[in-house]
Nanobody, 119 residues
Framework: QVELVESGGGLVQAGGSLRLSCAASGRTFSIYVMGWFRQAPGKEREFVAA????????YYGDSVKGRFTISRDNAKNTVYLQMNSLKPEDTAVYYC????????????WGQGTQVTVSS
């Protein structure tokens, strides 16, 4: 079992920046990919970004490319999401998720952190 705890959400004006953190604990050796997802009220969950745990491969959703950057610090078992040039449409609950090696789905999820971007 992998436990994930997000932090860093808050209220920011449009054009501003926030950095989210996701600390992993438990069976972190089983993590293959870490990802960020978001869900706005009344909308489906949306993929934001992902990063391989042992390598340097990164992936981004089209709506955040060029504005968000995902990174990781394996020594701290932490993944970050740097969000720049924030827009009101980025307002959502952001969730961290982990995918174990051999799995095709993200099986571990954090509790989420609220990001609100005011216009």
């Amino acid at each position: 079992q992998v436990e994930l705890v997000e932090s860093g959400g808050g209220l920011v004006q449009a054009g501003g920046s926030l950095r989210l953190s996701c600390a992993a604990s438990g069976r972190t050796f089983s993590i293959y990919v870490m990802g960020w997802f978001r869900q706005a009220p009344g909308k489906e969950r949306e993929f934001v970004a992902a990063i391989s745990w042992s390598g340097s491969s990164t992936y981004y959703g089209d709506s955040v490319k060029g504005r968000f950057t995902i990174s990781r610090d394996n020594a701290k078992n932490t993944v970050y999401l740097q969000m720049n040039s924030l827009k009101p449409e980025d307002t959502a609950v952001y969730y961290c998720a982990a995918r174990a090696e051999g799995d095709s789905f993200f099986g571990s999820w954090g509790q989420g952190t609220q990001v609100t971007v005011s216009s």
